[in-house]
C-alpha cells in the first residue's frame, strides 16, 4: 500500500502534460532551427545574386561608360569630317565660280579670236583673191605678148596682106578664142578624090617633105584653083563669091607630111557658104 501510493505520489508529482510540451518545444525547436537554417541559406543565396546582379551592373555601367567615350570621340571625328567636308565644299563652289568665270572669260576670247581670224581669213582672201587676179592679169597679158611674139602677119600669095598666122595648134586655138575669123583645121592626105575642109574642097596632088611644100586644088564656087609649090606658114589666098578684096579666104599649112598636110582654113566672120561663083578668081 505504501508502495503503490509512493508510486502514486511520483506519477502525480510529474504530469503527462509536461512531457507532450517538451516535446512539443523540441518540435518546435527543430522547426525553428530548420527554419532559421533555410532562411540562413536562402539569405546567402540572395546575397550572391545580390554580388551577381550588381558586378553585370558594374559591367554594363563600364559599357555604357565606354560606349559614351566612343560615342564622343564618334562624335568629335563626324565634327571634324563635317569641317573638311564643308571646307571641301567651299572650295568647290569656288572652283565651280572660277571656272565658270574663266569659261566665260574663254568663250569671250574664243570669240575675239574666231572674229578676228575670220577678218583676217576675210582680208587674206580679198588680199589672195587681188592678188590672184593680178597675178592671173598678169598671165594673161604674158601670154599675149607671148602670144604676139608667136602670132604674126604676113602677106599672102595673092599679095593682100593676111591676119595673124597660126604657126601650130596651139597657135590656132589662140585665134579661136581671139573670134576675128571662122577657123576649120585639117589634116588632108594626098589622094584624087577631093575633101570637105570647111565651106570648099581640097584635093592635095603631092607633097615635098624636104622642102616643106605642097601643091593642092581648091575646089570652090564650081570652079578648080590650082595653088602649086606653096610653103608651109605661107597664107595661101582666094576669094569666093561674096568676099571683098581685103578680106579673102586663107588656107595656112603649119606641116607638111609625105603623104599629108595640116593646116587650116580661115574665113572672113561676114562670109557666106561658097556656093557661088567668084567674079576674080586668082591663083
Do not use: C
Amino acid at each position: 500500500m505504501s508502495e503503490f501510493q509512493e508510486g502514486s505520489v511520483q506519477s502525480t508529482g510529474t504530469p503527462r502534460w509536461i512531457g507532450l510540451a517538451i516535446a512539443v518545444l523540441g518540435g518546435i525547436s527543430l522547426i525553428g532551427l530548420g527554419v532559421g537554417v533555410s532562411a540562413l541559406s536562402h539569405s546567402k543565396s540572395v546575397d550572391e545574386s545580390v554580388a551577381s546582379l550588381k558586378q553585370q551592373n558594374d559591367a554594363l555601367t563600364q559599357r555604357l561608360a565606354k560606349a559614351d567615350e566612343d560615342n564622343q570621340q564618334l562624335q568629335s571625328d563626324l565634327k571634324v569630317v563635317t569641317d573638311k567636308l564643308n571646307v571641301t565644299q567651299e572650295d568647290l563652289q569656288k572652283a565651280r565660280q572660277l571656272s565658270k568665270a574663266s569659261a566665260a572669260d574663254y568663250n569671250k576670247k574664243l570669240t575675239g579670236l574666231e572674229s578676228n581670224v575670220n577678218s583676217q581669213l576675210a582680208t587674206k582672201a580679198s588680199t589672195d583673191d587681188v592678188n590672184k587676179l593680178n597675178g592671173d592679169v598678169s598671165g594673161v597679158k604674158s601670154d599675149l605678148e607671148a602670144t604676139k611674139g608667136k602670132l604674126e602677119r604676113a602677106t599672102g600669095d595673092m599679095g593682100v596682106m593676111s591676119g595673124l598666122i597660126a604657126r601650130n595648134h596651139d597657135d590656132l586655138e589662140e585665134l579661136k578664142r581671139k573670134g576675128d575669123r571662122n577657123y576649120y583645121e585639117f589634116t588632108i592626105q594626098r589622094s584624087k578624090a577631093p575633101q570637105r575642109v570647111g565651106p570648099v574642097q581640097v584635093t592635095l596632088n603631092k607633097t615635098d617633105q624636104k622642102k616643106s611644100k605642097y601643091t593642092m586644088t581648091v575646089l570652090v564656087d564650081d570652079k578648080s584653083v590650082e595653088k602649086k609649090d606653096k610653103t608651109a606658114g605661107e597664107p595661101v589666098q582666094f576669094y569666093v563669091k561674096g568676099s571683098t578684096r581685103t578680106s579673102p579666104y586663107e588656107i595656112v599649112v603649119f606641116d607638111v607630111g609625105k603623104n599629108q598636110i595640116t593646116g587650116y582654113l580661115s574665113t572672113p566672120k561676114t562670109a557666106g557658104a561658097a556656093t557661088s561663083a567668084s567674079n576674080d578668081p586668082a591663083q
